[in-house]
């Protein structure tokens, strides 16, 4: 199996800009579908973004298409979320989440296995 840890959340002010990371261990990053979540407080997991094994197809989530981007360096073992333009409702605990062996990008939280434990990011207006 593969442990996740997420780093890079922050506080900082609406428009700037934040990059999180995702380090894997234990398995080569190459075998899973990579995803981001994240979690307001009082509200549900939501999905965010994922990208493929090779890193060649992402998905996104409408509230962040053109401001975030996923992508990978298998050869690190890393995931990123570039954070764009942020917004004050962009403020939550942001997760990342592998599937094994997948071969379609999946934005529902319950097809992913493995998850780091939360990285907050915090926008102020």
């Known amino acids: 199996q593969v442990q996740l840890v997420e780093s890079g959340g922050a506080l900082v002010q609406a428009g700037d800009s934040l990059r999180l990371s995702c380090a894997a261990s234990?398995?080569?990053?190459?075998?899973?579908?990579m995803g981001w979540f994240r979690q307001a407080p009082g509200k549900e997991r939501d999905f965010v973004a994922a990208?493929?094994?090779?890193?060649?197809?992402?998905i996104y989530a409408d509230a962040v298409k053109g401001r975030f981007t996923i992508s990978r360096d298998n050869a690190k073992n890393m995931v990123y979320l570039q954070m764009n333009e942020l917004e004050p409702e962009d403020t939550a605990v942001y997760y990342c989440?592998?599937?094994?062996?997948?071969?379609?990008?999946?934005?529902?939280?319950?097809?992913?296995?493995?998850w780091g434990q939360g990285t907050q990011v915090t926008v102020s207006s």
């Open positions: 234990g398995r080569s990053l190459s075998l899973y579908v």
């Open positions: 989440a592998a599937e094994f062996a997948a071969s379609i990008l999946h934005s529902s939280d319950s097809e992913y296995e493995y």
């Open positions: 990208i493929d094994r090779t890193g060649k197809s992402t």
